[in-house]
């Protein structure tokens, strides 16, 4: 059967079968000082958002007994919206306003002492950053970082960690309601230049003086224009295509400008995500801890790349399946194609599919392979110096932990944005909802001291292959959320160690069990816990709905 009904059955069949859900046995002591030190720290972090809490408390309470009930709830709402989880929600861009001088006196107290609690408390997150990042969890503190702008959008350092730096729209200097925007320095560049440019929702980067043609329907062609008809008529060709580039990508597409836009903006926000929730990969701890450590003195270069990444898509399979045919075994039908030998991926516009899960796979190999290439290219230099043969090309996963790079493929299918929050590994997704039903249904499981150990070759070509990935999608998942992402720096870790092999010992091959300093047993427990707690979490509303 297909996975739509998978949620329903799985619920009958544990129902049946008494699954039991309850909770592993305690943690034992290995690798119980990494675990107590990651909770320590959110430990920390809970009492500074529980403290902010009460803070803001008292000033609501203070605004009630002064005649200041509306002001008053709105404290109330500010202290639960910023101690609620907020991961997925993107920060604030507009810098905030200055408190109005022209505030009757009480209520202008009320807003000072806000905003100065804020400040400290944000202060206080920052500082807890900083400690995580030494403590090697970068993931955590990038977390953090993201609480730090949600208590306070315009801490400056917090700001330059990320890459952002205020902008001043010369458009809005006369503008008493607009004090500047946080933004990249590419956009900053992108609007401030000597040919200002503006972000447009429908049609992407466009010089701010062809605003209004675009407006009135006509469209640029070789330094003339033309209308949206006849735009479209040329574009249909592929050699034609739309082009739509942003800061890390192109998107090439006869699809229409509109949905090449659409895709881009996803992109960004996925690649950009990456770079702070897996920051680990992209860059080493040292660079990390230097980025913290001189962010109150000077921002973050662009993070553009010299070359924009690129993404092909096409208005039908055929036209797709054209372009991918020498890169593809004969009678292998696929949805979308990252291309390793010239670093593009391919896509079509599928009618049968809803959602973008497909591109957001791809473009996960595409993310991580460009910038580590130089690496592997480093480590199979010094294997060939090391066994007297001639350099072959390095192949990613090739002896062992292939699973890691189609698990977070796989599970990375499950990112979604929508008005302006992000979500990523629903319990009730696809693959993972394949995990759990692989697990608890199928009983199909291999153990992951040898699952981990299977490379590119073994895993592929394994007989139960469908059954392999939907284990490394579950694996991925289980490694970013258990126990509030406890392993997700581990597994950014063997993430890196793949596709950046040590140069100077390319043979060294860590394991999962090495990194986390749990035995494979324990991760095993601990996985199938896992499963079942998100089968649980599906389980739950279905039973309160039948009951009603």
Same mark, same amino acid.
């Given at each position: 059967m297909g996975f739509e009904g998978l949620v329903? %059955?799985?619920?009958?069949?544990?129902?049946?079968t008494g699954l039991s859900t309850g909770v592993a046995p305690g943690q034992d002591r290995v690798g119980a000082t990494a675990s107590r030190r990651h909770r320590n720290f959110l430990e920390q972090r809970q009492?500074?958002?529980?403290?902010?809490?009460f803070e803001l408390g008292e000033v609501a309470d203070w605004c009630h007994e002064n005649n200041l009930p509306q002001v008053g709830d709105e404290v109330t709402q500010l202290s639960l919206d910023l101690i609620s989880d907020g991961s997925g929600t993107l920060p604030a861009r507009v810098v905030a306003l200055p408190i109005e001088l022209t505030l009757p006196e009480k209520e202008r107290q009320c807003q000072t002492e806000v905003a100065h609690l804020r400040m400290n408390r944000a202060r206080d997150? +920052?500082?807890?950053? #900083?400690?995580?990042l030494r403590a090697g969890l970068p993931s955590l503190g990038y977390r953090l970082t993201q609480d730090v702008l949600r208590v306070n959008p315009d801490h400056v350092n917090a700001r330059a960690i990320l890459g952002q730096q205020k902008f001043q729209d010369p458009l809005r200097n006369d503008d008493s309601t607009y004090e500047g925007e946080w933004v990249s320095p590419y956009e900053a560049a992108m609007r401030g230049g000597r040919k200002p440019h503006i972000l447009h929702e429908q049609f992407g980067w466009i010089p701010r003086a062809h605003l209004t043609r675009y407006e009135e329907g006509m469209r640029p062609w070789k330094g003339s224009w033309h209308s949206r008809t006849k735009d479209e008529e040329i574009r249909?060709?592929?050699?034609?295509?739309?082009?739509?580039?942003?800061e890390h990508f192109l998107v090439k597409t006869n699809v229409s400008l509109e949905e090449g836009v659409i895709l881009s903006r996803q992109?960004?926000?996925?690649?950009?995500?990456?770079?702070?929730?897996?920051?680990?990969?992209?860059?080493?701890?040292?660079?990390?801890?230097? %980025?913290?450590?001189?962010?109150?003195?000077?921002? %973050? %270069?662009?993070?553009?790349s010299q070359t924009p990444m690129e993404?092909? +898509?096409?208005?039908t399979r055929d036209e797709y399946q054209r372009q991918i045919r020498s890169k593809v075994p004969p009678g292998i039908e696929t949805n979308g194609l990252y291309w390793q030998p010239d670093r593009r991926c391919y896509f079509f516009k599928n009618l049968e599919q809803e959602g973008l899960d497909t591109l957001f796979h791809e473009a996960t190999h595409q993310i991580f392979d460009i910038p580590t290439r130089q690496a592997r290219v480093t480590a199979a230099r010094t294997l060939a110096r090391m066994t007297r043969k001639r350099r072959q090309e390095w192949i990613l996963g090739g002896q062992s932990s292939f699973w890691v790079i189609e698990g977070l493929a796989c599970y990375f299918e499950s990112f979604e944005v929508q008005d302006d929050v992000i979500s990523v590994g629903r319990p009730d997704h696809v693959r993972i909802v394949a995990a759990q039903y692989r697990l608890l249904r199928? @009983?199909? +499981?291999?153990?992951?001291?040898?699952?981990?150990?299977l490379g590119k070759d073994q895993f592929q070509q394994h007989p139960n292959v469908r059954q392999l990935y939907s284990q490394a999608s579950g694996v991925a998942h289980f490694l970013m959320h258990y126990d509030e992402g406890r392993y997700r720096d581990d597994l950014v870790q063997l993430l890196a160690s793949v596709y950046r092999p040590d140069g100077r @010992?390319?043979?060294?091959?860590?394991?999962?069990? @090495?990194?986390?300093?749990?035995?494979?047993?324990?991760?095993?427990?601990? +996985? #199938?816990?896992?499963?079942?707690?998100?089968f649980q979490q599906m389980v739950e509303p279905v039973t309160e709905s039948a009951a009603q």
């Open positions: 329903s %059955r799985i619920v009958l069949l544990m129902m049946l009492t500074i958002l529980e403290n902010l809490k997150l +920052y500082l807890l950053a #900083r400690k995580t249909r060709d592929f050699r034609n295509a739309w082009q739509v580039e942003s992109l960004e926000t996925y690649y950009e995500w990456l770079q702070q929730n897996l920051a680990g990969f992209f860059d080493t701890t040292a660079a990390l801890r230097k %980025r913290f450590e001189r962010a109150a003195v000077r921002g %973050r %270069r662009s993070s553009r993404v092909w +898509y096409f208005a199928d @009983n199909f +499981y291999i153990p992951l001291e040898t699952f981990c150990r @010992n390319p043979n060294q091959l860590l394991t999962l069990s @090495n990194i986390t300093g749990v035995p494979f047993q324990k991760l095993d427990q601990q +996985y #199938r816990e896992h499963m079942e707690n998100l």
